[in-house]
């Protein structure tokens, strides 16, 4: 017994042990709670559409950390921002809403996301026609880009254009309409029926259409100018008077990559005796313009028989022979793989085939240099 140490003051060491050192203890976990904190709100304030504003009145972010311990010990950390700091962070004009809205706090210190509101005003439909004036660079082009219309309709509605479409010179006026469509005056005799027919248009949308004023009366008034929605305006045509007789100035130009004009087999190729390719097939196939542009021939070619002859500009024309018989006549446009005639066995020939000649500046050229 003697050698025991007694028990109860080795307790007592313990407690006053333990009581000396928690206010250290406490100190230190109270910082390290609070640096954590503190993180944890940095955090928070850099994330993407999140922000920390002070919710106090006093306009302080107070964040504070009471711990007790044995021997009422207490320590109390506070960490304070200036009002005056958090009001120039408000109020500075580099700062930004989050996206998707702004962050706000309760009264509880909780982060709320607020949508962000905007409303988006459509834009009103131009309904009134403009007279642009052409500037530096300018082509029909940029020019129907620039007011969401198409190039048809800029020519159209002027007619320097509908002659020349080319012809631009700075200074130049033009009329630009509000929608894709073609400008029309009014005749005497025109009536909506006769106006939608001809431009290919919908009479209802000529009447519905704001710029016409016709949706109560419907009445037209001669020298009245209308609108005509989508219409497209008939291809017309403009010659002029030379020493070599009269030629369209506005003719259809082709592209100068040919197509070939029927379906057969070919019986003869090009020779310096045979200026052309001879293609074999029943009486009465079709047979197609090979590039658009306009007839300049048409009827009995003596040995050629029954022909068409189509301008493509650029210096090319193309000759159709031996046909049995031709839709087009002199000055009429055509377009790429237009219908023109049927295959025959007029004028000189063995058998029903299509005589197909390609010409370039007036002398004939191999076809099989330009058909695909």
Same mark, same amino acid.
């Given at each position: 017994?003697a050698?025991?140490?007694?028990?109860?003051?080795?307790?007592?060491?313990?407690?006053?042990?333990? @009581?000396?050192?928690?206010?250290?203890?406490?100190?230190?976990?109270?910082?390290?709670l609070v640096?954590?904190?503190?993180?944890?709100?940095?955090?928070?304030?850099?994330?993407p559409?999140?922000?920390?504003r002070?919710? +106090?009145?006093?306009e302080?972010?107070?964040?504070?950390?009471?711990?007790?311990?044995?021997?009422?010990?207490?320590?109390?950390?506070?960490?304070?921002?200036?009002?005056?700091?958090?009001?120039?962070?408000?109020?500075?004009?580099? $700062? $930004?809403a989050?996206?998707? %809205?702004?962050?706000?706090?309760d009264?509880e210190?909780?982060?709320? &996301?607020?949508?962000?509101?905007?409303?988006?005003?459509?834009?009103?439909?131009?309904?009134?026609? +403009?007279?642009?004036?052409v500037?530096?660079?300018?082509?029909?082009?940029?020019?129907?880009?620039? #007011? /969401?219309?198409?190039?048809?309709?800029v020519?159209?509605? @002027?007619?320097?254009?509908?002659? /020349?479409?080319?012809?631009?010179?700075?200074?130049?006026?033009?009329?630009?309409?509000?929608?894709?469509?073609v +400008?029309h005056t009014?005749?005497?005799?025109?009536?909506?029926e !006769?106006?939608?027919? &001809?431009?290919?248009?919908?009479?209802?949308?000529?009447i519905?259409?704001?710029?016409?004023h016709?949706?109560?009366?419907?009445?037209?008034?001669?020298?009245q100018?209308?609108?005509?929605? @989508?219409?497209?305006?008939?291809?017309? +045509?403009?010659? =002029?008077?030379?020493?070599?007789?009269?030629?369209?100035?506005?003719?259809?130009?082709g592209?100068?990559? #040919?197509?070939?004009?029927?379906?057969?087999?070919?019986? @003869?190729?090009?020779?310096?005796?045979?200026l052309?390719?001879?293609?074999?097939?029943?009486? %009465?196939?079709? =047979?197609?313009? $090979?590039?658009?542009? =306009?007839?300049?021939?048409?009827? !009995?070619?003596?040995?050629?028989?029954?022909?068409?002859?189509?301008?493509?500009?650029?210096?090319?024309?193309?000759?159709?022979?031996?046909?049995?018989?031709?839709?087009?006549t002199?000055?009429?446009?055509v377009?790429? %793989?237009?219908?023109?005639?049927?295959?025959?066995?007029?004028?000189?020939?063995?058998?029903?085939?299509?005589? #197909?000649?390609?010409?370039? %500046?007036?002398?004939?050229?191999?076809?099989?240099?330009?058909?695909p």
């Amino acid at each position: 017994m003697a050698d025991k140490l007694p028990t109860l003051p080795r307790r007592r060491q313990g407690r006053e042990l333990v @009581n000396a050192l928690w206010p250290h203890v406490a100190r230190y976990a109270a910082r390290l709670l609070v640096l954590g904190l503190a993180i944890g709100v940095a955090v928070a304030a850099a994330a993407p559409g999140l922000s920390f504003r002070p919710s +106090l009145p006093q306009e302080r972010a107070t964040l504070g950390l009471t711990t007790r311990g044995l021997g009422g010990v207490q320590t109390q950390i506070m960490e304070s921002q200036e009002a005056s700091e958090a009001e120039e962070v408000a109020a500075s004009p580099t $700062s $930004s809403a989050p996206r998707g %809205g702004s962050v706000l706090d309760d009264s509880e210190g909780l982060l709320v &996301k607020v949508p962000a509101l905007h409303t988006t005003v459509p834009k009103r439909p131009r309904t009134t026609i +403009l007279t642009y004036t052409v500037e530096e660079g300018d082509n029909v082009s940029t020019i129907a880009e620039r #007011f /969401d219309i198409d190039t048809d309709t800029v020519v159209w509605a @002027n007619e320097k254009l509908e002659e /020349d479409p080319d012809y631009l010179v700075v200074g130049q006026q033009l009329l630009i309409l509000p929608i894709v469509g073609v +400008l029309h005056t009014v005749k005497e005799g025109d009536t909506i029926e !006769s106006i939608a027919t &001809k431009y290919k248009a919908d009479q209802q949308a000529i009447i519905d259409y704001e710029f016409n004023h016709l949706q109560e009366t419907g009445v037209l008034k001669v020298g009245q100018q209308i609108i005509v929605p @989508n219409g497209q305006k008939p291809y017309q +045509l403009r010659y =002029v008077y030379t020493d070599k007789g009269m030629i369209a100035v506005n003719a259809p130009q082709g592209s100068g990559r #040919f197509m070939w004009p029927t379906n057969g087999y070919i019986t @003869n190729r090009y020779a310096p005796d045979h200026l052309g390719i001879d293609i074999g097939a029943p009486v %009465g196939t079709p =047979v197609y313009a $090979s590039d658009a542009g =306009v007839v300049t021939s048409v009827g !009995s070619m003596g040995t050629y028989g029954l022909a068409v002859i189509i301008d493509h500009g650029k210096g090319f024309t193309t000759l159709y022979a031996h046909l049995s018989m031709y839709y087009p006549t002199v000055g009429t446009p055509v377009r790429k %793989g237009q219908a023109i005639g049927k295959i025959g066995m007029t004028g000189k020939t063995t058998g029903p085939h299509l005589h #197909f000649e390609i010409r370039y %500046g007036g002398g004939a050229v191999n076809p099989a240099r330009y058909l695909p």
